[in-house]
């Protein structure tokens, strides 16, 4: 933590600093999450549709109605 985190949260600012930089920061990690999510997701759909071309259609909806 910065100086100024560590100052905002012992409250030497006032607490409408204090709520913004807690905000941003709630917000910059709910993007990275986010982020992370899709970037996850898009890796998954490309290896699925690997999977899928080459195994061919027929073996994909096969092991699909498996279940």
Request: proline fraction near 0%; aromatic fraction near 10%; glycine fraction near 2%.
């Given at each position: ?8 949260v012992s409250?030497?600012?006032s607490?409408t600093?204090?709520?913004q ?5 709630y917000?910059?990690?709910?993007q990275e999450?986010?982020?992370?999510v899709n ?7 490309q ?7 080459s195994?061919?259609?027929?073996i994909q909806?096969?092991s699909?109605?498996?279940?």
């Amino acid at each position: 933590m910065s100086i100024e985190e560590i100052s905002a949260v012992s409250g030497d600012y006032s607490s409408t600093t204090s709520q913004q930089m807690w905000q941003q920061m709630y917000q910059n990690s709910i993007q990275e999450t986010m982020s992370q999510v899709n970037n996850t997701n898009s890796q998954y759909q490309q290896e699925n549709q690997d999977v899928y071309q080459s195994t061919g259609s027929d073996i994909q909806f096969q092991s699909v109605n498996s279940f």
